[in-house]
Antibody, heavy 127, light 110 residues
Framework: QVQLVQSGAEVKKPGSSVKVSCKASGGTFSSYAISWVRQAPGQGLEWMGGIIPIFGTANYAQKFQGRVTITADESTSTAYMELSSLRSEDTAVYYC????????????????????WGQGTMVTVSS | QSALTQPPSASGSPGQSVTISCTGTSSDVGGYNYVSWYQQHPGKAPKLMIYEVSKRPSGVPDRFSGSKSGNTASLTVSGLQAEDEADYYCSSYAVKHGLVFGTGTKVTVL
């Protein structure tokens, strides 16, 4: 049974960075497509980007380009999401999720059909 | 890229059907069959209910069905049950923006 287990809650100062981990158990991690989705308190879902570890290259939503870095370590079956220049609006629950790649004109452009989710990591940005 | 438009709320009595719409443009919902639907109970992670417009993952009851017409996708829940009360989100591939989610719909079972 495939499971995704995320790191614990974080409290950060504005302007700092946060790195959240997502460890997979079961299945073949390298072939997964792992995405990161966030949800601000009382708000909807927002896709941030994703990666297929075996390829190593991440795809990011335009909104987060330059501020988010998604990586994966095949040796530990762990994906990471690092968000920099934090502001109060980044306060949210951050989820990792396994999905399927969407292949469009420019190759893999996004991910979809998230069938397995991590438990979520609350990140609070406050001075 | 704005979020896809969903009605804020929908409701129905047990046993009835409820349909939730998800409206986008020809650059997302209308142009591609990468539309998914998620159910989210309070304090829980979302759960995939429908993918690629109308496909149901293993384990999802056939009371849940998806469809699309033009720029609008729909999720229908037939035979409403108390446990169907939750928030529902659609998502779609969007050109140049990757994946976009809908604004969310709160379904209430009366």
């Amino acid at each position: 049974q495939v499971q995704l287990v995320q790191s614990g809650a974080e409290v950060k100062k504005p302007g700092s960075s946060v790195k959240v981990s997502c460890k997979a158990s079961g299945g073949t991690f390298s072939s997964y497509a792992i995405s990161w989705v966030r949800q601000a308190p009382g708000q909807g879902l927002e896709w941030m980007g994703g990666i297929i570890p075996i390829f190593g290259t991440a795809n990011y939503a335009q909104k987060f380009q330059g501020r988010v870095t998604i990586t994966a370590d095949e040796s530990t079956s762990t994906a990471y999401m690092e968000l920099s220049s934090l502001r109060s609006e980044d306060t949210a629950v951050y989820y990792c999720a396994r999905g399927q790649p969407i292949i469009a004109a420019a190759g893999i452009e996004a991910f979809d059909a998230f069938d397995i989710w991590g438990q979520g990591t609350m990140v609070t940005v406050s001075s | 890229q704005s979020a896809l438009t969903q009605p804020p709320s929908a409701s129905g009595s047990p046993g009835q059907s409820v349909t939730i719409s998800c409206t986008g443009t020809s650059s997302d919902v209308g142009g591609y069959n990468y539309v998914s639907w998620y159910q989210q109970h309070p304090g829980k992670a979302p759960k995939l209910m429908i993918y690629e417009v109308s496909k149901r993952p293993s384990g999802v009851p056939d009371r849940f069905s998806g469809s699309k017409s033009g720029n609008t996708a729909s999720l229908t829940v037939s035979g409403l049950q108390a446990e169907d009360e939750a928030d529902y989100y659609c998502s779609s591939y969007a050109v140049k923006h990757g994946l976009v989610f809908g604004t969310g719909t709160k379904v209430t079972v009366l």
